[in-house]
């Protein structure tokens, strides 16, 4: 009550003040239209206020003219800085008087605020603007909720993700997302969140958080109800294989496996065959199992598995479902581990059976049979197809190795034994000797021929050059003679010597000269 008094008492002073204000302003304003003052520019009037507010309080914004001219009024009014047209407020001031604007806030005033100075009725008075002031306006965010433009059905793998936070009210909004309750790091706190390749680590629950603050202590927040993303994977190619089971019967059973590396459930698998549909399973594990009469030893087809998810649908390879019993020649290949000293320190034995679809092998050393690991073998292989051996005293024996078919021991057929022995296996056979002696022989003759060749050569190309001296001289001397004749003839010494120096390079030039030439020249002389 005390409280109500007082306002009514501020509220009465505060009118009295304004109608003593007004009258004073319509003095002067009758002041100024008798005696106008012309060509004045009046100064930049400064607005001041909050920077931020909440939507619907009550906040004042004052706006001071730092100097008017004498007798003059100014009208200030008050502009949202996006409509000049209308003004949120105005106020007559004299002199340095200052202007209040008590201001409801709502999200219109949201932005940017500014103060205009204008003469009061007279147009002789230049008007002025304020610097403008940033003000946000706060309205509390209210109703966020989750939008995504694909369907719960279409959230497969590969897929673009795109999630949408809208609120039913609130500016100056932030977002946060939450995947399982944590939050997502993201550099842009946006209203939107994508996923541009979705794969299954994607799954899970969204929940978008969208708040605004007012200042250091006031936020406001509205939380989205979770929204579910199952991301699902299309079926992949499966896989088909077959095994073989007898019956007490002796019924023959082929049992068909369909097996896919992904696939969201349901899956529904199908075994067909290569016009009409064997059997069709649905099942939420990525496997399915068939069983399909067969006889031994006949043709029986091929079947293929189709495997389908969601209307997404992978088709297997063809598998034949004929089988084939055991039966031919076995084989057993050996293979040496040699080490640094071409000692034999290990060997390897695979067995090979000539037919048979499912077969499965045993190994015998010395008729008792070897399974798993021992302290000189292991086992190992497709359905135990090799044996591994450490070279020593008690690996030595004979080895042999039945193979069978899986599903029926009784047809059974055997290799060869083989002996293994580390002497043996060290010992040099005669073939490699026979070859070693062999590349010996053809080496010895084959430099024994290179040296009887280069001798001979060798006294050829020394006769050769005997004879050739010998003739050299005889060349000599024949020289000497002709020279004696031509002397004797009455040739003059420089044309005998013009005609040696002739022959000489003839001889290098390879080529003859005519020796009339060289007459017929010394007796035109």
Not at 121 to 130: G, Q, R, Y
Not at 285 to 311: E, K, P, T, Y
Request: charged share 20%; with cysteine; aromatic share 8%.
């Amino acid at each position: 009550m005390k409280q109500f008094r007082f306002l009514q008492t501020g509220c009465s002073l505060r009118r009295s003040s304004d109608r003593m204000r007004a009258s004073l302003l319509i003095l002067i304003a009758g002041v100024s239209v008798w005696c106008p003052v012309a060509g004045v520019r009046l100064d930049k009037p400064h607005l001041s206020g909050p920077s931020t507010a909440l939507e619907g309080s009550v906040e004042d914004f004052t706006c001071k003219m730092p100097w008017t001219p004498t007798n003059v009024s100014v009208v200030l009014k008050l502009y949202a800085e996006g409509n000049l047209n209308k003004s949120i407020g105005y106020h007559t001031v004299l002199f340095e008087e200052l202007a209040v604007f008590p201001l409801v806030v709502n999200e219109k005033h949201d932005g940017r605020l500014i103060c205009e100075a204008s003469g009061n009725n007279n147009t002789e008075i230049e008007h002025t603007f304020s610097d403008s002031l940033d003000l946000q306006v706060i309205s509390p965010v209210e109703g966020a909720t989750i939008v995504s433009h694909l369907s719960s059905n279409d959230l497969w793998v590969g897929r673009t993700l795109t999630l949408r936070c809208d609120i039913t009210r609130g500016t100056h909004v932030s977002y946060d997302w939450l995947k399982d309750g944590s939050p997502l790091h993201s550099s842009l706190r946006t209203s939107r969140l994508t996923i541009p390749s979705l794969s299954l680590h994607h799954t899970g629950d969204y929940q978008c958080v969208a708040s605004n603050r007012l200042n250091d202590t006031t936020v406001y927040n509205s939380s989205s109800d979770v929204i579910s993303v199952q991301v699902k994977e299309h079926i992949s190619k499966p896989e088909i294989s077959l095994d073989v089971v007898k019956s007490a019967a002796g019924d023959l059973t082929a049992i068909v496996r369909c097996r896919c590396d992904t696939g969201t459930p349901l899956n529904t698998f199908s075994l067909l065959n290569d016009t009409d549909i064997i059997a069709v399973e649905t099942t939420d594990r990525l496997q399915a199992l068939f069983n399909v009469s067969i006889q031994l030893n006949r043709d029986m087809g091929w079947v293929r598995c189709n495997a389908s998810n969601h209307g997404n649908w992978m088709l297997s390879n063809a598998k034949s479902l004929s089988v084939e019993s055991v039966g031919g020649a076995v084989t057993v290949t050996l293979f040496k581990h040699v080490a640094v000293d071409f000692q034999v320190f290990g060997v390897v034995m695979r067995c090979q059976v000539e037919r048979g679809t499912f077969p499965q092998y045993h190994w015998y050393l010395n008729n008792s049979r070897l399974e798993g690991r021992g302290s000189f073998y292991a086992v190992g292989g497709t359905h135990n197809s090799s044996l591994s051996l450490s070279v020593g005293p008690h690996s030595s024996g004979f080895y042999h190795c039945h193979a069978s078919d899986t599903f029926d021991n009784a047809n059974t057929v055997r290799s060869l034994k083989i002996p293994i022995n580390r002497d043996a296996l060290n010992r040099v056979s005669t073939s490699v000797l026979v070859v070693v002696f062999s590349c010996l022989i053809l080496l010895v003759v084959s430099v024994t021929s290179c040296c009887v060749s280069g001798a001979v050569l060798r006294r050829r190309y020394s006769r050769k050059y005997l004879a050739g001296e010998t003739d050299v001289t005889s060349t000599h001397e024949d020289e000497d003679d002709e020279q004696d004749f031509l002397l004797l003839s009455g040739y003059e010494e420089d044309v005998i010597h013009a005609e040696r120096t002739s022959d000489l390079h003839s001889e290098e030039d390879e080529s003859s000269v005519d020796e009339t030439v060289l007459y017929d020249g010394a007796v035109s002389k």
